[in-house]
T-cell receptor, first 114, second 112 residues
Framework: AQSVTQLGSHVSVSEGALVLLRCNYSSSVPPYLFWYVQYPNQGLQLLLKYTSAATLVKGINGFEAEFKKSETSFHLTKPSAHMSDAAEYFCAVSGTAGSYQLTFGKGTKLSVIP | EAGVVQSPRYKIIEKKQPVAFWCNPISGHNTLYWYLQNLGQGPELLIRYENEEAVDDSQLPKDRFSAERLKGVDSTLKIQPAELGDSAVYLC??????????FGPGTRLTVT
């Protein structure tokens, strides 16, 4: 079984500030990990994914995430927030290598203050 | 390339009424997923199809929910009868085999 915990249901940052969204996972097998973004009234869009290659993963829109096995974490970062980054972000885990059956966290809503 | 198409986008019904949602996956994608997303929550898988076969429907409440994927392309998810607690967003996603999932915009259901 696998699970995801996202710390902070709502995060606010100033435009230009660092974005840090936290995700911790639990998995009985080597995990695949994902970050998705959801804009209002839209479906989920894949930002980036970790599939056991490089531990630092770069995604779209300037986001990146680092897989830390010792901390069971996969936090999402962006050096400089933009107004267009305001959205809800979901971390997800696939507990079986090669399978994309996803278990999602509850999401973190990111607000960007001008 | 067209993405995953869902209709309707919004639906308001009274409790005990039936409702159906339709999904057209990305062309060539043989795997189709239906997710339930409650307010303030992440999506939860209801059912997964590989071609015409429902390979994982363990989370589908079978007393009132049903789904079909005739010919392995479009899919329909039905609720009969709807309850107040069914108010949520119903997301459809598709993938090629077990690859990356692409999500549709969802259908927002309100049961009054």
């Amino acid at each position: 079984a696998q699970s995801v915990t996202q710390l902070g249901s709502h995060v606010s940052v100033s435009e230009g500030a660092l974005v840090l969204l936290r995700c911790n996972y639990s998995s009985s097998v080597p995990p695949y990990l994902f970050w998705y973004v959801q804009y209002p009234n839209q479906g989920l869009q894949l930002l980036l994914k970790y599939t056991s290659a490089a531990t630092l993963v770069k995604g779209i829109n300037g986001f990146e995430a680092e897989f830390k096995k010792s901390e069971t974490s996969f936090h999402l970062t962006k050096p400089s927030a933009h107004m267009s980054d305001a959205a809800e972000y979901f971390c997800a885990v696939s507990g079986t290598a090669g399978s994309y059956q996803l278990t999602f966290g509850k999401g973190t809503k990111l607000s960007v203050i001008p | 390339e067209a993405g995953v198409v869902q209709s309707p986008r919004y639906k308001i019904i009274e409790k005990k009424q039936p409702v159906a949602f339709w999904c057209n996956p990305i062309s060539g994608h043989n795997t189709l997923y239906w997710y339930l997303q409650n307010l303030g929550q992440g999506p939860e898988l209801l059912i997964r199809y590989e071609n015409e076969e429902a390979v994982d429907d363990s989370q589908l409440p079978k007393d009132r929910f049903s789904a079909e994927r005739l010919k392995g392309v479009d899919s329909t998810l039905k609720i009969q009868p709807a309850e107040l607690g069914d108010s949520a967003v119903y997301l459809c996603a598709s993938s090629l085999d077990r690859g990356e999932q692409y999500f549709g915009p969802g259908t927002r259901l309100t049961v009054t």
